[in-house]
């Protein structure tokens, strides 16, 4: 596996390197999140393992631009110090695909990098979503409206998914906030703002609205059969 080491404890690092080299990994690191992410972007890996405390730029930030902004779906595993069960849920919600707790064995790191990277190599890519006029393509980050490009911003585009892999539910403010933010304060203006931007760029594609405030509770998306 070709696999990057993102952890500013370099006695930590080099015993991950020293043992994932030994083992017959490729293995390069990164001391800060700046650089860790420059690298995960520019280059090619398996896996990235990577520490949430990182001078610089966060593990969570790192993780959260690496979907969202560069996509890249290279598999990240987590490690960090932090154990609690909102640690684990934020850190899973920014894109990682897995969560070690510190101290751990460097056998049960290879092991799961080496799960990751299974996992990745031999998925089948996501098909695309489609409810009524709208068609979303989970790996170009695309949204058409009747065959029209709705051009959005990467808050816009993970508030759609969500919903279109659930059309007619009741999405409350909480819960599109966790998907968007992803754990990130949140100010009242924010969620309304990102609607409103997304609503207004599917009416101007398409034509159409299908996104319906549903007063006191959230938002839903419902496509009706004349639009």
């Known amino acids: 596996m070709r696999?990057?080491?993102?952890e500013d404890d370099s006695s930590i690092a080099a015993n991950l390197y020293d043992y994932l080299e030994a083992r017959g990994h490729a293995v390069d690191a990164a001391g800060d999140g700046v650089t860790g992410l420059h690298l995960a972007v520019s280059r090619d890996f398996d896996a990235i393992l990577l520490d949430l405390?990182?001078?610089g730029m966060d593990g969570l930030t790192l993780c959260r631009k690496l979907r969202q902004e560069a996509?890249?779906?290279t598999p990240v595993l987590m490690v960090t110090a932090r154990d609690t069960v909102d640690d684990k849920v934020n850190g899973l919600?920014?894109?990682a695909d897995d969560y070690l707790v510190k101290p751990y064995s460097l056998r049960e790191v290879e092991a799961r990098l080496a799960a990751l990277h299974r996992r990745h190599a031999g998925r089948v890519p996501p098909r695309p979503l489609e409810v009524g006029p709208l068609r979303f393509d989970p790996r170009s980050l695309t949204l058409t409206c009747a065959g029209e490009p709705v051009k959005l911003p990467p808050k816009c585009l993970l508030l759609i998914e969500a919903m279109m892999r659930d059309p007619d539910r009741v999405?409350?403010?909480a819960d599109l906030e966790?998907?968007?933010w992803s754990g990130e304060p949140v100010?009242?203006?924010m969620l309304r703002t990102q609607m409103y931007v997304l609503r207004r760029a599917i009416t101007r594609?398409?034509?159409i609205d299908p996104i319906e405030n549903v007063h006191g509770l959230g938002y839903r998306l419902v496509v009706r059969p004349d639009r």
Not at 3 to 6: E, P
Request: hydrophobic share 45%; proline share 4%.
């Open 3 to 6: 696999v990057l080491i993102i």
């Open 53 to 55: 405390g990182l001078p």
């Open 71 to 73: 996509n890249k779906d």
């Open 93 to 95: 919600g920014c894109g």
């Open 171 to 173: 999405f409350s403010r």
């Open 178 to 180: 966790a998907v968007a």
């Open 187 to 189: 100010t009242a203006d």
């Open 205 to 207: 594609a398409g034509g």
